[in-house]
Structures are given as structure tokens and as C-alpha cells.
């Protein structure tokens, strides 16, 4: 068990003949067939379908030793335009299908089809492509820029690699997104360096960054969880602004359920892998259907003198390991209405209880 | 006796600069609190605000670009800063006060076993034997619920909660008085969080602990608070107790932070502050908050004593 960890590598690449064969069945002929399934509904404009991604253990290097199950069945469609936000606790899964979604890791089972076409299916071209339109806003701006190139240089980039070739038309965009961020006087900081911007300047940048090659989409990773409380709140709403002026599509990931309800439309709760409940925001937080969602909002703090009072709820145990996650529900050992014989024995399915409205928990039944 | 009628800690005029080539930084200017025994008090601050640096001069953990050091720290009544370092490192730190550093779950040495870590402050000021300390640690594991086999594994063993609560163990064997929390909880995921604040309310009702808690997420610092102390700017500008406070701030910059706080329940719109914090290497005359401040007025220009209000006090002229 000790170094199980040291030995997970990233399957998806690892297994190059699943990967190959895929794309040589795909190319042939079935690569119509996809665009078809995405076209009946023109309003979706990234369907994540069935998407297991796993990455596998290695003993001693080589030799198979199981998977670690990081996504694990996970449906959705995202809309032209529309907010959602991925919550959920750090080791469920959430990056990795944030990753997977950014193209930067092979899902082992299921697909991401972005207007009509299939990542799996995308030559590296298209997939240079499809990167220009989607938009990734980094967790640590400080991290995510790097500390030898200026603001300029930075803004530029994107620009340089996928062919803006005119020096005067990178100009303006660059000014162009800028402004819109609100550093202004642009001019003042196109030749700082990110050490020279305090946090809040240094998101902008990221964010102007994603934003530069138009994007249809953007991914946003806990964008604001290395900031200061003041300087939060400013960097949400100018996401949300940018989000309403551009009709951007905008996966907001995040662990923190009360920024949640200012931006996303729509919320995902992810738990072990699995998606568990699914629902548009004022639902969720009004009439959470899984106990693991109720858990997490009663676990959020609102300042109030009254709190030091009283013992939380928080369920036992922690998140389950992923190699081996337990059958039926994943949360059942933690669960409190944990149906003997049913749910640790069966995976529960997505049931509705309204509109829009899905859980996946055997209460529901 | 003096110790019934004495305070537990009591911070008098407590300065901190920092000597750089830029010039002295002021992270620590002039800082008065006291705190009472199995008192909570919260440290609230945006990065850069030296609430961290503050938590170093109580303790005297100091780097070496020290410009100015002074004040008065009373400890039960003595005033500590007399002390020796060595003097102060026998009898005051991990004796009467520790710390529980900031994110404390990757603190911990990565070759030596929990337990050993956990039992090693006994080793060092408790002068008792290997298996004595080892007791005291298993007894603190109880506390903070870990599981006692937990002593024999190693750091990369534990997950980010239980390396937060064994680390809050190592500050809990030699039975202190007080522990300061330096961001115990800003790593971690809600449920963790919740948890670890669980544990903390429970030592402080069975232990008789004092805390001082240093935090910028001022929502979950309400799980704790007894008396809630605002920092900004290297000053504290309000102090007062935390059911007065979560209600109604009284300073302009506690008000604008408590507005900013996003909330799960209610429909309040959160705000932000303009502006950003001044830099601490040559802070403003005046008023620090002035530049950001709403009900800015003329007085603001010349620096604001702390005045009493109803027992809070608040370092600002509209309370004049």
C-alpha cells in the first residue's frame, strides 16, 4: 500500500493501443454518426458522455496492480452560455475531469463531444483547435504565469501560437482584454512582470489571458480560493460580467458551495467519481437531495457568533479510497440512511425529483 | 495569588519591524489584546496584514532581519519579553504556549513516525522518559480523535485532516495554556474543516484551552470566536466580543470585510473593497484605512486613538 501512490501513472497514455484503436475505428467511418448524435439539440455545446477516466497502478514499475477510478460514469450537457459549477471535496474527481475536459488526459471509457465532434476523434490539429476554445483559468495565478515573460508577453502567447499574425491586431486584443479585466491604464502594466501584481491583478491577467483567442468556453479551477475575502468577490463578479457580455459557457470548479450561488446556474456534486446529484442552484441549496450534498452545505460556515455554541454534523470516516471504491453508493459507509442490502449492494441510479433535478440516492426510489 | 485576578496573556504596545533593503517593514505596529483563560480569540486579516508575524513576536519565533522587537507580553501576570531566549524557550514556549504552524499538515517531519513527532515536545520540556511520552501522546490522539495506531505510521500515511489533528496533538502534549492556531484550516475541504473545529471546540471545554486563532475566512472563524480582533495594515483596529461583532461590526474595514463574506443563506448581494491594502514598508499618515474607507472625513488625516465603546474597542474618529 505504501507506494501505490508513487506508482500511478497516467494510464490514458500508458495504454496506447485502446487510445489507437478508438481513433482508427472512429476515423473510418462512425465519425458522421457523432456528429449526428450532437447536432438533434444545437444549443449543447459540450456533451460529457459516460466518461470513465482511470488511471493505472504499476508494482514495481511495470506489471498491472488495478486502477485508480477517478471519474467514474459522469453525464452531462453544458449549454451555449451557460454557468455550472463542479463542487465537490479534493480526491473526487473534479480535476480530473476538469483535465479530461481540457483535452489534457484520454478518457479509458465514454467521450466529450464538443459542437457535434468527439475528442477522441480530434486530429492534433482539431485539438489545437478545439484548445483555442475553450479558456482555463488556473487555481494559483502566481504558478500559472511564468515569472520571466511581462504582461505583454504573457497576453501574446496564445496569440503567437495559433497564428495572429498581424503584430497590430495582438496589440489591440491584448488592450481590448485588458480593459475588460479593468487593468487600466494598460499601459502601465504591459511591461510588469506577475511579481510585481498583487493576487487579485495576477487572476486578472489569467483570466484576460483565457479570454484572448474568443473563447466559447471557459474551465475555471477554484479561481478564487487563493485570494483574500475582499479581493474574492471582485474577481467573481468580473468573471460573472464576462460570462453574461460574451454568452460564454463557464465550468466553474470549486469546493466552496457558498460563492456557488452567485454565478452557476446549474451545480454538480461530485463524490468519489461519481456525480451524485445534479441540479439547477436555488434547488440544490434549498432541498438538497443526497445526504453527502446536505452534509457539505451543513458543513459550511456562515459567520455567526451562535456557531461556537454548537457541534457540527459531519459524517464519519473520509472520502473512500479510489482504487477500490465500495460497492453499491460510494458515500454508504458514511451514510446515516444507509438502506441495508440495497445500497451497499447496488449503484444507485440518477432518480428525478424535479425539472432538472437529478440524484443519484436510493431514498428517492 | 496574583494568577486569579491576572489575565491569562495581556500584549502591550507589541512592535515588529522587519529590516529589508527597501527599508523597515512595519508587519507588527503597536499591538494591544488580552486574552482570558479558555478564551477564544480570533485574529482576523487579509494576507499581508501581519497577523502571521504577530503570532511569531507572542512566540518569539523571529527570522533575523529583526529591526525593532519590543512591548510587553504578560503571561499569567510576568512580563516574558524580560526573558532570555533561552529562558523564554525553557519555560514559556511549548511549556506554556505552542503553535500550531501554518498549514500544519505538511509540518510534519516525513522520516520520523507521528507518534515520535507528537511525543517529542514531552521528551524535551516535560523531562520524562520514551514510553511516558508516548503515553501523553496517545492520550492527545484520544482528544483529537485519531486513532490510536495512527502513533506508528508515517506522515504520507495520514490524510490532510488527520495530519491537522495530529499536528494539533503536538501542540496539546505538554498541556499548555494556550495554542495558537496560525490558519489551521485553510488547506482543507469543508467537511474536514468542520470537523477540525469540532475537535477545537471539544479540547477547549475539556482541556480549559485558550486559543488564538489567525484567519482571514472570517465565516469559519465564527466556530471558535469568543472575542474577534480585526487586523489591518499591522495595527489592530477593532477588538470585541464575537456576538456584538458577527452582528454589527463596528470599525468601516470590519464592516466592508463582513460585507464581502459570500453566504450560502440569504440573498444579500456580497461587495468588495476597492483598493488595495497599503504597503506595510511605508504605511500612510494618518488612518491606514483611510484611502479605502467610505465615511472618510477630515479627522482622518491625523492618526485615530482606540476608543471604548459599550467594551469594545474600536481605533477609528467616528467612535470620538
Redesign the interface.
Known sequence: M?NVEDNIKDVTQEIPVDASTLENVTLEGPLEAESDKGKPNEDVLMSVQDLHVWFELRRFGFGHAGYVHAVDGVNFDLHNGEAIAIVG??GCGKSSLMKTILGLYRPIKGQIVFQGKSLNDMTTRELKWYRSQVGYIQQDPYGAMAPFMNVERILEEPMLINGVRDKNERMARIRQAMTEVKMTPVEDFLPKFPHLL???QQQRIVIARAMILNPKMLVADEPVSML???????I??LLFSLQKKHNLAVIYIT?????V??FSRRIFVMYAGNAVEKARTDDL?RNPGHPYTT???S???????N??KT??V??PG?PPNLIKPPAGCRYHPRCPYMIKGLCDEQVPPDFQLEPEHLVACWLHK | MTMQTEKLLRIENLVLHFKTSKGSVRAVDDVNFDLDFNEAVVILGESGCGKSSLAKAILRLLPRNIQKYSGKVYLKGVDVMKYADEEFRKNVRWVEMSLVPQAAMNSLNPVLKVGEQVSEPMLIHGGVGKDEAMAQAKKMFQHVGVPEEFLHRYAFELSGGMRQRAAIAMALVTAPDLIILDEPTSALDVLTQANIFNVLKRIKHELQMSFILITHDIATSSELADTVAVMYAGQIVEVGDAERFFKQPLHPYSYKLMKSVPRLRGTEEPEFIAGQPPSLLNPPTGCRFKDRCPKRFDKCEQEPPVFMQDGRSVKCWLYA
Open positions: 505504501a471535496e479534493s498583487s493576487g487579485g483574500d475575502a475582499s479581493v474574492r468577490v471582485e467573481l463578479k469546493h466552496d458551495l457558498s460563492t450561488r452567485y441549496l452534509a457539505l452545505l458543513g459550511t460556515s456562515e459567520p455567526d457568533a456557531n461556537a457541534f457540527k459531519v459524517p473520509e
